[in-house]
């Protein structure tokens, strides 16, 4: 079945510095990506819908110029977290759109920013 | 606005049934999608339902009713492993998916 692959699962940093988190398709070329973040005890929010070759969509209320995202591939897409502080804390989950709108999710990064 | 209201909790006895609702309202609608989410880990997809009907795969089932902005997830022959918080999400026309807040959902012995 199809699997979207996310890296890395987990990932300790300094505040300030940035993280990337990568979100693969691997057997199946994802026209849309999702990226969400969870906090704890609350159900997924979506951050940003990112569509291959273009801009992705940010949520209002998602800072754009801190959370990077891009989608340069059908397989791939990247989320970076820039100048990361302590309150970025969460687990984020990408997930990957099929033509026929089947949605795989991976296995979510969480993210502790020291 | 777009809303999906789910129940925040559930309990139910190992062996029994257990029936999930879920409503909803979009901006247009492109299918309703259950989620199983177990602490600590990323939803894994249950079911996707688009046209009216009961959609039956092993112990789980989902019902949609669209007329009715109306679903809901059947679980049968309930596991201790099934204890887990359900997610209801709609995909409105923008292929935007609203999440409700998830069902915590407990299996007692």
């Known amino acids: 079945g199809a699997v979207v692959s996310q890296h890395p699962s987990w990932v300790i940093c300094k505040s300030g510095t940035s993280v990337k988190i990568e979100c693969r398709s691997l057997?199946?070329?994802?026209?849309?990506m999702f990226w969400y973040r969870q906090f704890p005890k609350q159900s997924l929010m979506l951050m940003a819908t990112s569509n291959e070759g273009s801009k992705a969509t940010y949520e209002q209320g998602v800072e754009k110029d801190k959370f990077l995202i891009n989608h340069a591939s059908l397989t791939l897409s990247t989320l970076t977290v820039t100048s990361a502080h302590p309150e970025d804390s969460s687990f984020y989950i990408c997930s990957a759109m099929l033509r026929d709108t089947n949605i795989h999710f991976g296995n979510g990064t969480r993210l502790t920013v020291t | 606005g777009q809303n999906i209201d789910q129940p925040t909790e559930m309990t139910a006895t190992e062996g029994a049934i257990v029936q999930i609702n879920c409503t909803y309202q979009?901006?247009?609608?492109?299918?309703l999608f259950w989620y199983q989410q177990h602490a600590g880990e990323a939803p894994t997809f249950l079911s996707y339902n688009v046209l009216d009907g009961l959609e039956e795969k092993g112990r789980f089932s989902s019902f949609l009713s669209r007329s009715k902005g109306y679903s809901y997830l059947l679980l049968k022959e309930l596991q201790m492993k099934d204890s887990a918080s359900y997610l209801c999400a709609a995909m409105d026309s923008n292929y935007q998916l609203i999440w409700g807040a998830g069902t915590k959902l407990i299996i007692k012995p």
């Open positions: 057997d199946f070329q994802a026209t849309t």
């Open positions: 979009t901006s247009g609608f492109n299918g």
